[in-house]
């Protein structure tokens, strides 16, 4: 008998206001409640996978899972997540510590350039994200802070500035080479619609999405993920390098066509290859699968969604053997289409089924998962939701 999958679960953890929870930590860790509060949504990338860092599309949805950041005025930087640790007092100017207190660091230092950070403050951070489960909990507490603070300071930041402190803080203060993907959903995300966003020009695209999706975590934490995404970024410039030599005016990867990529394969050393060959093949799939949602042919999406984790697992080798499995299991049950969906190596599968037929879809992926490796996946559902927000703070 398959695991039913409860459908309280996540729809409590969702209730839960991340706002409420970084409140009461607060106010247990600093004696005094906070003066501001904001909050930002994780996001499934529904595809567009790599294609950020190379000037093609994506198509992420924002989910109703978010992170709260509420914080006051102090003459020094005292941080707490709900993540545990306690408080941590940190220095703007010290070496970074490689813990979440990091992209906060990063978000301060990003905020004075703007003149958009206070003196100094008490920052509370609680989420309802999974974390390390590619879901993009970092942009969300980046978002959510970056906001937060420079409310804090009296400042209201564009979206455009908010996306840019956040990536920045990531980018350059903690080391990651992601795109943009990720801050721009958690600041542009909207109820109901996925976001077309293409990464070369800046243009944003709502398309209606009034759908829900399915998230099946694979539990294989990407802690690797940073060095493995910088190692992809390297062989994608080096990629573009060699084309150049062919195409002086080629910008980004995704710029190539389908019809370009034999020629590409005459010159680029053979292990670069199957990296460009997946961001061009992504590029096209991307730009289909916006079509298709909007047209509503989910059916379509469904396949495009396969694809793009075959293109994944094979060309960019992104994927691990617990998410090949969760997407063969989720096709031989009548889904539309599944996904290992964000930067990889561990993450979460995204699943695509008809309505009618999730409940039974997700509980047969949860059986055949424990029957192969003798535990329960997490699994929960989700729609597209709204992007950063002020938060008016609990009473
Ligand atoms: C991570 C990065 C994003 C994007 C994805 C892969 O989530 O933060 O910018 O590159 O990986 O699509």
């Known amino acids: 008998m398959p695991h039913i999958p409860s459908q309280e679960k996540p729809s409590s953890i969702e209730r839960r206001s991340s706002a409420r929870l970084a409140t009461s930590l607060f106010t247990a860790s600093f004696s005094s409640r906070p003066a501001v509060g904001a909050s930002a949504p994780g996001r499934v990338n529904l595809i567009g996978e790599h294609t950020d860092y190379n000037g093609g599309p994506v198509l992420p ?9 509420v914080a006051r005025i102090a003459n020094r930087w005292s941080l707490v997540s709900d993540a545990g640790g306690g408080v941590q007092e940190v220095e703007l100017d010290a070496p970074l510590r490689r813990n979440w207190t990091d992209y906060i660091i990063g978000v301060v230092r990003e905020l004075r350039t703007l003149h958009a950070a206070p003196r100094g403050a008490e920052i509370a951070v609680a989420t309802t994200l999974p974390i390390g489960a590619g879901l ?10 970056a906001k937060a603070l420079s409310l804090l300071a009296g400042k209201r930041l564009t979206p455009a ?3 840019e402190v956040a990536f920045r803080a990531e980018y350059h203060h903690v080391g990651v080479r992601c795109g943009r993907m990720d801050q721009t959903i958690a600041v542009h995300g909207e109820s109901r619609s996925a976001l077309l966003f293409e990464t070369a020009t800046g243009e ?23 060095g493995e995404l910088n190692r992809r970024r390297r062989e994608c410039e080096e990629a573009l390098a060699f084309c150049r030599d062919w195409r002086p005016a080629l910008r980004h990867l995704a710029q190539l066509s389908a019809a370009d ?26 730009r289909e699968a916006a079509d298709v949602l909007a ?23 992104s994927t691990v053997a617990e998410a090949d499995f969760i997407v063969k299991s989720a096709m031989e049950h009548e889904a539309y289409g599944a996904r290992l969906t964000g930067a990889g190596w561990g993450g979460a599968v995204v699943v695509l089924a008809p309505e009618m ?39």
Do not use: C, K
């Open 161 to 163: 500035q908010l996306v």
């Open 261 to 286: 990529l034999p020629e590409m394969a005459r010159r680029l050393p053979p292990p670069l290859v199957p990296r460009v060959r997946h961001v061009v093949t992504e590029t096209v799939r991307t």
């Open 204 to 226: 944003l695209r709502r398309v209606p999405f009034p759908g829900r999706l399915w998230i099946v975590e694979t539990g294989v934490p990407h802690r690797l993920t940073a």
């Open 136 to 145: 993009s909990s970092s942009a969300a507490l980046t978002v959510a802070t």
């Open 61 to 69: 949805v924002a989910v109703e899972r978010r992170t709260a950041a």
């Open 357 to 395: 037929l999730e409940a039974r879809v997700v509980a047969e992926i949860g059986g055949d998962f424990a029957a192969r490796f003798g535990r329960h996946p997490e699994m929960w559902n989700t729609r597209a939701a709204a992007g950063v927000r002020r938060e008016a703070l609990p009473e």
């Open 295 to 317: 047209g509503g042919d989910l059916r379509r999406l469904g396949r495009l969604l396969l694809e793009g984790h075959e293109s994944l697992r094979v060309d960019y080798q």
